[in-house]
């Protein structure tokens, strides 16, 4: 009689440092509700605020009885750990998986990332290289633009390098209206549109609340599609899903708030155009060093420049007004088999590149 093999701890990372912690105690709960507790151990850290790493001891006891139900939102709260500590194996033999369901920087960054590599444990997503690249939307589009994906035109900038020059060149290369961002923040948090230079300068004075660098974009008068992207070695595309916002933009409060966005799944657009945009997302996703998924979205300019790539999000929302999941139930991978899916990749992918940090 052999033993029965051991459960995967599943490590759910949540919460987080950036202005994103509420999206991301969003999309914990909406994947506690979906992952199969019989299957996994799992164990729920939160990072606080502050930068503190506990153990939710709520959510262990709503794991642990049927009968209580999980809230949309994951509350901090729990026992104080030690970071390296809280993702190693409870024993000997045990596999562990950390998702990091964290959004923006200091989770999304590649500095989490980071420190699952010195852990040497796997984790579901993009490497510190690729998550890094793809937060900075700026540096984001130079790789994109390099390996022949077309993009919208943009300025980029320091906060230390805004000034009635910047201001005037934003005028004259980009026109009017523009769309200011922060370069390495997601989920829309600090992104307005500027109708002129006085809109222009609050517009970034709100942008760098939230980051040093910004991206000043061109207006483009488009569609919003977005696509998922899931594998490593083999990365493979979702059907195509199309945003409809119901604000002037696809704001903050339309994603998780309002829960008003319209989700077009699959996006009424020709097939010819559906396949072009698989191919240049999943082409983007190797050029970015994505691994494991990532949501990539585009612009579609119909009747002018085509498809211009937008942004790649490496950890995408999973919550239940979020389009990466749909996009992929749409595609025959229901949540759970995602989850399931993002694990074995997240497996993978750790044993494939364990060789290579060996000494030699």
Known sequence: MTDAPQPVRIVLLYGGQSAEHEVSQKSAASVLKA????????LPIV??????????????ALLGDASRAIPESLDGGGTDLAPLASVAPAHAGQQVVVLPILHGPRGEDGTVQ?????????????????????????????????????????ITARDSEIDDAFIARVGAELGWPVFVKPSNMGSSVGVSRADDPAGLRAALAEATRYDEWVVVEEAVDARELEVGVIGNEAPRASVVGEIVPTHEFYDYEDKYLDGAAEMVIPADVPDAVAEQ??????????????????????FYEEGGRGLLFNEINTLPGFTRYSMFPSLWAASGLPY????DELVRLALARHQHRSPHRRLR
Do not use: H
């Not at 240049?280 to 990532?294: F, H, I, K, M, P």
């Open 35 to 42: 992952i199969d507790t019989s299957r996994y151990d799992v």
């Open 47 to 60: 990072i606080t605020p502050d930068g503190r790493w506990l153990r939710s001891d709520e959510t262990l």
């Open 114 to 154: 980071g420190l699952l590599e010195l852990a040497d444990v796997a984790y579901v997503g993009t490497g510190v290289l690729g998550s890094a690249l793809n937060m900075d939307k700026a540096t984001s589009k130079v790789v994109a633009q390099a390996a022949g994906i077309p993009v919208c035109r943009w």
């Open 277 to 298: 945009m698989r191919v240049l997302a999943v082409a983007a996703y190797r050029a970015l060093r994505c691994d494991g998924l990532s949501r990539v979205d585009f």
């Open 336 to 339: 759970p088999d995602l989850i």
